[in-house]
């Protein structure tokens, strides 16, 4: 959906003085030195793909290519690969590498390059690294030829081949953290880093040496401004040309007919909003209380009262993805909230709270207090909760204060687009429970669900994938992990004379917004 909308008129000459001063030369009336100026929240630690997920970070998406991308549907097509075959039983991949496709610096990007990256990235210890943890052995056959063999099945390779590929002749030495690499990366994408200003900026110019051709941009410029209105103002007095706002900022650009030339881009996202219960508190043990209040809360007045509209109501974890099951029939419904608790035992006491034995059902629900988002929605929530009888109080702390392994409940943010594999192992797998320094933060364990995405994971047959993540997402209604809230829209101001957007369901926090920003040029 696209949404035309305008902000205050601003002379031209204020736009390039403004600009140039956040550290951007961003023009929008196609004139020559065409460059764009966009400001987001978050800033990450490093630029390096081994280091961070690329689709969370837009200047490592635009710096860096893998051997594999995503198309506007999120489906895998070739990048610095230009086909690939795959053995019978499916553990062995033989790819082919595009010719003449050189690094920022103008050396050649080769197969060495490839084996470089997969095993500095498998045998670290990064955030990236469970990704080749089933590559039993890579080889360069030649300079354009990989082989991969893998010790089972993993249908997700192609999909973790997305993450850009790291240049054996500059890391060679150092290895793949390198902390001066970190900050001055190097990559075979469309843009190359020119300035990383911390806590302000980071500059980007075409690379007209790209294998895909030369991008239609000369520039882009990431401006890093935490703070929501902060964003809005830039935006509105032309400090920056484009910016990802917050639902309630959208209705700023009401009424003016387009005249100031900004357009609203409102995408989809697979970015999902739940209910985290700790599972080794006692009190979430039986699977009745997180049932019900999945019946307990209004999806449909939350994203029209928090988040203005922007958004769609979560049943699960794969509601934006091609294997989704309809498994699940949550809505508001307190006749069916009475119906679970009595009939699992629980009474109302003197207060109107559901109580076991004389224990009510009362918790803390915590989320980052610096996301307004979750903060506001943390409140909205538990007031529907107490609502149905569920002792439930808001708490928001700052991010630095929160202990996962000592929460009560967290409002928790997850969802990616692409193989669900992805999407489910870490947060719900038992073997990658925070108490094994995995991303399960509710440590939560389910025999069903882990024999689901264990066989999900492990054969590349769509049917056989599709019974089994059904199978997951039931196991899920039988013992939900979350009270799945509502899935969010990413929300993008742009020059309305910005072309060759394309829109495609976005990844978490609505990062993915650059995936094709080599196809975008102004309109002359």
Not at 287 to 296: G, H
């Amino acid at each position: 959906m696209k949404r035309s909308r305008s902000l205050l008129a601003v002379g031209a000459s204020v736009v390039l003085l403004t600009t140039a001063c956040a550290g951007g030369g961003g023009t929008q009336d196609g004139a020559g030195g065409d460059s764009l100026t966009y400001a987001l929240g978050d800033e990450p630690d490093v630029l390096n793909p081994a280091l961070v997920d690329e689709h969370l970070d837009p200047v490592t998406e635009m710096v860096f290519r893998g051997l594999t991308a995503h198309d506007e549907d999120n489906k895998i097509v070739p990048a610095l690969a230009e086909s690939w075959k795959t053995s019978k039983d499916e553990r062995t991949y033989t790819f082919s590498l595009r010719d003449g496709v050189t690094w920022h610096d103008g050396e050649p990007f080769t197969a060495d390059d490839v084996v470089f990256t997969i095993e500095g990235t498998r045998d670290g210890d990064f955030v990236t690294s469970n990704k080749f943890a089933n590559v039993t052995d890579v080889t360069a056959d030649d300079d354009h030829t990989v082989t991969i063999k893998l010790s089972e099945p993993t249908p997700a390779l192609l999909d973790s081949l997305a993450n850009g590929i790291l240049p054996e002749h500059v890391l060679a030495d150092t290895g793949i953290d390198d902390p001066d690499f970190n900050e001055h990366p190097i990559g075979t994408g469309p843009f190359q880093l020119d300035t990383w200003k911390h806590n302000e900026y980071a500059t980007l110019s075409a690379f007209d040496d790209y294998y895909g051709g030369a991008p239609g941009l000369d520039g882009i410029t990431i401006s890093y401004v935490p703070d929501a209105a902060t964003r809005l103002i830039k935006l509105k007095n032309g400090e920056v040309d484009a910016a990802y706002l917050e639902p309630q900022q959208a209705k700023e650009f009401d009424g003016d007919g387009g005249a100031s030339g900004i357009d609203v881009e409102v995408w989809p996202t697979a970015d999902y909003r739940g209910v985290m219960f700790n599972m080794t508190d006692d009190r979430f043990t039986d699977p009745a209380p997180r049932q019900a209040m999945n019946y307990a809360i209004d999806r449909d007045a939350i994203i029209k009262s928090v988040q203005h509209g922007y958004g769609s109501p979560a049943t699960g974890p794969l509601g934006k993805s091609p294997f989704h099951a309809d498994v699940a029939d949550y809505s508001f419904d307190p006749k069916r909230v009475t119906k679970i608790m009595t009939d699992a035992g629980y009474e109302k006491n003197d207060d109107g709270t559901w109580a076991m034995d004389g224990t009510p059902v009362a918790f803390d629900l915590t989320t980052f207090a610096e996301d307004g988002l979750r903060a506001s929605m943390i409140e909205v929530l538990a007031t529907q909760l107490r609502e149905q009888g569920f002792d439930v109080t808001a708490k928001p702390e700052p991010r630095d204060a929160v202990k996962w392994d000592k929460l009560e409940t967290f409002l928790i943010g997850w969802g990616t687009p692409y193989d669900p594999d992805g999407a489910l192992y870490g947060p719900f797998h038992s073997s990658e429970a925070l108490a094994d320094n995995g991303s399960n933060y509710g440590s939560y364990a389910n025999d069903d669900a882990d024999q689901a995405l264990e066989e999900g994971r492990s054969t590349s047959d769509e049917k056989t994938r599709k019974k089994a993540y059904t199978d997951f997402q039931q196991a899920l209604v039988e013992d939900p992990p979350y009270v799945f809230v509502s899935y969010l829209d990413a929300i993008n101001a742009v020059p309305s004379n910005l072309e060759g957007l394309k829109e495609r369901t976005l990844a978490h926090h609505g990062y993915g917004f650059f995936w094709n920003a080599e196809d975008w040029s102004f309109a002359k």
